[in-house]
T-cell receptor, first 110, second 116 residues
Framework: GIQVEQSPPDLILQEGANSTLRCNFSDSVNNLQWFHQNPWGQLINLFYIPSGTKQNGRLSATTVATERYSLLYISSSQTTDSGVYFCAVEDSNSGYALNFGKGTSLLVTP | GAVVSQHPSRVICKSGTSVKIECRSLDFQATTMFWYRQFPKKSLMLMATSNEGSKATYEQGVEKDKFLINHASLTLSTLTVTSAHPEDSSFYIC????????????FGQGTRLTVV
């Protein structure tokens, strides 16, 4: 199946700082999504972004499909941004299920 | 976005008993749903693909007789953990998408299972 690598694995920021999370994948994909997992385990959909750039408030994402990577930008971070961020890509070898990276654990301190 | 509802959110059961977890797509029909398992501080691992009206497809290493999946309608898939053991304790989460390919996937709230 498709390999998904996320970096960095852990990140600590002070409130107000900006950050970039990276997702590399090993093959071409039809679907790529970014999620935020909150402390209760709920996966919050951030972006559905197989290619191109999208923005939603302080968050934006860019996927360069030809180079097999995606970036998630968080600007002016807030303590509520803390949690784990997952990148997931659709794997045609697994019935088109999403294949997840190991995540980036973000802690934003006051 | 589409809504996927999972129930229960938490369950504690005794060893040897069975537990059923429900996953419903509330505002769309899902011919395919997916079941994942997540260990503490780990990523989500696909367990099986649930297909409406047919048998589920299990990932390598997942015991199909322990984790029974039924997808009897276009809006409901169930995962039954049979003869539960403490090592089955985990976070289980389902997913569905409105359509088949090239559409966004949505996840249920997850079920935290504790087997005592």
């Amino acid at each position: 199946g498709i390999q998904v690598e996320q970096s960095p694995p852990d990140l600590i920021l002070q409130e107000g700082a900006n950050s970039t999370l990276r997702c590399n994948f090993s093959d071409s994909v039809n679907n790529l999504q970014w999620f935020h997992q909150n402390p209760w385990g709920q996966l919050i959909n951030l972006f559905y972004i197989p290619s191109g750039t999208k923005q939603n408030g302080r968050l934006s994402a860019t996927t360069v499909a030809t180079e097999r990577y995606s970036l998630l930008y968080i600007s002016s971070s807030q303590t509520t941004d803390s949690g784990v961020y997952f990148c997931a890509v659709e794997d045609s070898n697994s019935g088109y299920a999403l294949n997840f990276g190991k995540g980036t654990s973000l802690l934003v301190t006051p | 976005g589409a809504v996927v509802s999972q129930h229960p959110s938490r369950v504690i059961c005794k060893s040897g008993t069975s537990v059923k977890i429900e996953c419903r797509s509330l505002d769309f029909q899902a011919t395919t749903m997916f079941w994942y398992r997540q260990f503490p501080k780990k990523s989500l691992m696909l367990m099986a693909t649930s297909n409406e009206g047919s048998k589920a497809t299990y990932e390598q290493g997942v015991e199909k007789d322990k984790f029974l999946i039924n997808h009897a309608s276009l809006t409901l898939s169930t995962l039954t953990v049979t003869s539960a053991h403490p090592e089955d304790s985990s976070f289980y989460i389902c997913s569905a998408r409105d359509g088949t390919l090239n559409t966004e996937a949505f996840f249920g709230q997850g079920t935290r299972l504790t087997v005592v």
